[in-house]
C-alpha cells in the first residue's frame, strides 16, 4: 500500500482505523509505504516517490488498485436509467460526488432504510 500521508486511511476516525489496519497488516502480505507516492509505471515495477526524497522500486507488480481517484463515478447509473427506465436506481457515495467512506456507508444505509 502506498499512502501520500502519515496515516493509513486518515479519514476514518480511529476507532474504525485501527481494527481495519491490523487486519489488512495481518494478512502477512502487505508492504505499506507512508509518506510516499507512486512516480511511475515500468513494466511490472513501481517507482515510489518517498517525502523525504528517496525512491523505492517494488518489482513483481501483478495489480494495482487506486484509491484516489477524486471523481463522479455515474456511468452505471446513466446505463441503468437508459436502458432499464422501470428500475428504481439510487445513487450514493461517490457516484453522487467523490467524499469518504463514512458519507458513503451513510447514504447507503438511508437508502437501505427506505426500500
Same mark, same amino acid.
Given at each position: 500500500?502506498?499512502?501520500?500521508?502519515?496515516?493509513?486511511?486518515?479519514?476514518?476516525?480511529?476507532?474504525?482505523?485501527?481494527?481495519?489496519?491490523?487486519?489488512?497488516?495481518?494478512?502477512?502480505?502487505?508492504?505499506?509505504?507512508?509518506?510516499?507516492?507512486?512516480?511511475?509505471? /515500468?513494466?511490472?515495477?513501481?517507482?515510489?516517490?518517498?517525502?523525504?526524497?528517496?525512491?523505492?522500486?517494488?518489482?513483481?507488480?501483478?495489480?494495482?488498485?487506486?484509491?484516489?481517484?477524486?471523481?463522479?463515478?455515474? /456511468?452505471?447509473?446513466?446505463?441503468?436509467?437508459?436502458?432499464?427506465?422501470?428500475?428504481?436506481?439510487?445513487?450514493?457515495?461517490?457516484?453522487?460526488?467523490?467524499?469518504?467512506?463514512?458519507?458513503?456507508?451513510?447514504?447507503?444505509?438511508?437508502?437501505?432504510?427506505?426500500?
Amino acid at each position: 500500500m502506498v499512502e501520500p500521508g502519515e496515516v493509513l486511511s486518515e479519514d476514518l476516525g480511529p476507532r474504525a482505523r485501527f481494527p481495519m489496519v491490523q487486519k489488512l497488516i495481518s494478512l502477512g502480505n502487505l508492504r505499506v509505504f507512508l509518506n510516499t507516492s507512486l512516480e511511475r509505471f /515500468e513494466g511490472d515495477m513501481a517507482v515510489l516517490h518517498e517525502r523525504d526524497g528517496g525512491i523505492s522500486e517494488i518489482s513483481g507488480i501483478r495489480l494495482v488498485v487506486s484509491t484516489r481517484i477524486m471523481c463522479p463515478q455515474s /456511468e452505471l447509473h446513466a446505463v441503468l436509467a437508459l436502458e432499464m427506465p422501470a428500475l428504481s436506481v439510487h445513487v450514493v457515495g461517490d457516484c453522487r460526488r467523490p467524499r469518504g467512506i463514512f458519507e458513503a456507508v451513510q447514504e447507503g444505509a438511508t437508502v437501505a432504510r427506505s426500500i
